[in-house]
């Protein structure tokens, strides 16, 4: 009876532990959404194994018979290496996302993408002429980190001639592709993890509009979603884009 109790105590603790994970793992994402319901659950089920299978198995321990008792406890037996292996998903394969279209949630990221991502080819704050303004942020960890934000604001023929004097002051290795209709591209070249991704920016001259465009990848995640700017632009004449891939 003792070292039922004790197996029991233990596998509770199991639990609670892999329990407080998970939410701190929900809390972790800045702006939550959920990637797969179905998902979710599995491994929601899968962190509370231990503590499901034990109240399962003192409950009908009291008129099950034995073979019954013993193959739950078969069950408890494995549900401990199976629970913790479930943790390894919520770390880098978690069932929820950040994404947010709110413009007053312009440029506060999750952690990893504060740390890891320098966004200065966006503006610190949109300037005060901008009209038809149109914000996209998403992170989310599937096997490796991946972050899309995009920015699209029309503004005054001023505002528009600071924001590319900025970029070129800011960085005079930025890369400058003429395109169609009065439009130019300028690409800004970041290192992380020993390779290359660009930071973009569109100036089209026609409606002193400018594009502002981040991504981890150009060609797409770990899950096949392309880059949301990629996504919006697609019927649009951005030829430039497509010799444009990740080193």
Known sequence: MIKRNILSTILLIIAVINLTFVILQCFSFRYPNVYSFVYLTILFLLAALTAILSIT??????FAKKYVIALVCVL????????????????????????????NNYLKTDKYVEEYSPLGIF???????????????R??????????????????KSDFDAERNRIKAEY???????????????????EHNRSYSYK?????????????TASY????????????????MQHQDYSAFEGLKNE
């Open 200 to 212: 973009l920016a569109i100036f089209s001259e026609s409606d002193y509009s400018v594009v502002y």
């Open 76 to 103: 408890i037996v494995f549900s401990i290496p199976v629970s913790m292996w479930s943790m390894f998903f919520w770390k880098f394969c978690p069932p929820l996302y950040s994404q947010t279209d709110d413009i």
């Open 217 to 232: 990848s150009l060609e797409g995640d770990t899950v096949g979603d392309v880059p949301y700017f990629k996504e919006i």
């Open 123 to 137: 503006p610190d704050e949109i300037p005060k002429s901008a009209r038809n303004t149109e914000y996209f942020y």
């Open 172 to 190: 005079p290795d930025v890369e400058i592709v003429d395109m169609k209709n009065s439009t130019e591209e300028y690409r800004v070249k970041y």
């Open 57 to 62: 198995g003192a409950f009908i321990s009291r």
């Open 139 to 156: 992170y989310r960890h599937m096997v490796e980190a991946d972050y899309d934000i995009y920015l699209k604001l029309n503004l005054s």
